[in-house]
């Protein structure tokens, strides 16, 4: 496909988008939840086949000698089918916030006046790897009233292609537009710079990669884009804390999975239980092949652990996104440093707090500038499903219109409506 071609096809997928938008806020919420039940009927059905799809991207990506943490998101296992599908219908079952009208008042001239929530229109969604995405997306957009066209990365057209397929059956067998979603067929890069050039079609960019594609984007949109560039996470370990627990949170942060933006890469461990915390920690990690970039300090307790893979951390460790089996370490003074270490070299995605002490659990909510700021928990929490919101569209650490794991509400606007009965401004 040529320029000329892609910069056409693109036109059209726009155009139809814009149609399919009106039609889907018009839906109502029947057809909509009927739809994501369609379709996590489907995923389940055709499980074998879908594996089959990605089974060629994974061989392609093998190949081609795409890094193990890229093909981890790529894979397309029977769990991640039944999570997506459990999310269509976790989301299918939550109450329909689009025309919600909320903070209606009465004003003196007689007017009442609140705001009603409504869909954003056409969005764009711009994701590498991982395919589940694309059912993350769909599934979103059709709860919330949305259209919305999707350009996956070409390491997983076909896996992508085959979900998509799957989508715009349910919407057609619901009696909605197999148009409200819509997946960018070719891999021409040049689709990506058509898509975030259209204004008149599409309302807001979302990309979900790596930081070079969303710097990339943000850079050359000519579309708002909701977005975060790294995942930077930190758990901090307090005094006083329960150690037992300590040592089994942060295991999970780090090692439950490597590759997604909220697992761990930032061990912060205050002085006070540095020596009884870091010997713990630090076996755990060992055994399962975690390398520590560490300061001089945790490097010296970690030192007599049997066959712990420590190394000393530079300044540039401190700001690493991993995504692998490393993690920077650093013994801290207390919450007040751990607190100062994270706003610098954290990317505002989420961090975490393991701690007995009340009053410094509620200072690290208070002043760690996060999207997603936790108390004794693992920062792999930090996900559309496990919040409860159906599935996310991708996390935001910006400030504006949404923030953290973006769900139905992230992806809906507020309007002002007005009712009268006849009231004229004097």
């Known amino acids: 496909m040529n320029a000329l071609n892609v910069a056409e096809y693109m036109q059209t997928l726009g155009l139809q988008a814009r149609q399919a938008a009106a039609r889907m806020a018009a839906a109502d919420a029947a057809s909509r939840n009927r739809a994501l039940r369609l379709l996590a009927g489907l995923l389940r059905e055709q499980a074998q086949p879908l594996q089959a799809d990605n089974a060629r991207d994974l061989e392609r990506a093998a ?34 916030i689009v025309g919600e009208v909320s903070g209606l008042r009465q004003q003196p001239s007689g007017i009442r006046v609140g705001q009603m929530r409504v869909p954003i229109g056409v969005f764009g969604m711009i994701f590498e790897s991982r395919p589940n995405v694309t059912i993350e997306a769909a599934s979103l957009s059709i709860k919330s009233g949305n259209a919305c066209i999707l350009r996956g990365g070409s390491e997983a057209i076909e896996s992508n292609k085959a979900l998509a397929r799957l989508v715009q059956q349910a919407l057609v067998q619901a009696g909605l537009p197999a148009e409200a979603v819509q997946l960018v067929q070719t891999t021409d890069r040049e689709a990506v710079g058509q898509l975030i050039a ?4 599409v309302d807001v960019i979302i990309p979900r990669g790596g930081k070079g594609l969303i710097e990339r984007i943000s850079r050359d949109a000519r579309v708002p884009v909701i977005k975060h560039l790294d995942g930077n996470c930190h758990t901090y370990v307090d005094d006083p804390c329960d150690i037992d627990m300590a040592v089994r949170v942060a295991d999970n942060a780090k090692t439950q999975k490597y590759s997604p933006c909220n697992a761990t890469e930032g061990l912060l461990v205050a002085r006070g239980v540095a020596a009884e915390f870091l010997p713990r920690i630090g076996a755990v990690y060992a055994a399962k092949g975690v390398e520590m970039r560490c300061d001089a300090e945790s490097a010296a307790v970690l030192a007599g652990v049997p066959a712990a893979k420590v190394q000393a951390a530079s300044e540039q460790d401190w700001f690493e996104e991993y995504l692998a089996p490393v993690i920077s370490v650093k013994v801290v003074a207390d919450v007040v440093e751990a607190i100062a270490h994270i706003n610098r070299y954290g990317s505002h995605h989420t961090d975490a707090i393991l701690t007995r002490d009340h009053v410094h659990a509620q200072q690290f909510l208070r002043e760690v500038d996060s999207a997603s700021v936790m108390v004794n928990a693992s ?3 930090a996900d559309g499903f496990e919040y409860g919101l159906g599935a996310e569209i991708g996390i935001s650490t910006d400030k504006f219109h949404a923030r953290g794991p973006v769900g139905i509400e992230g992806l809906t606007s507020l309007k002002w409506v007005v009712l009268g009965q006849g009231e004229v401004r004097s």
């Open 379 to 381: 920062t792999r929490f």
């Open 63 to 96: 190949a081609a000698g795409l890094a193990e943490p890229m093909i981890d998101r790529l894979r397309l296992t029977p769990k991640t089918i039944e999570t997506v599908a459990q999310g269509c219908e976790q989301l299918a079952a939550m109450a329909d």
């Open 198 to 201: 259209m204004p008149q079609f």
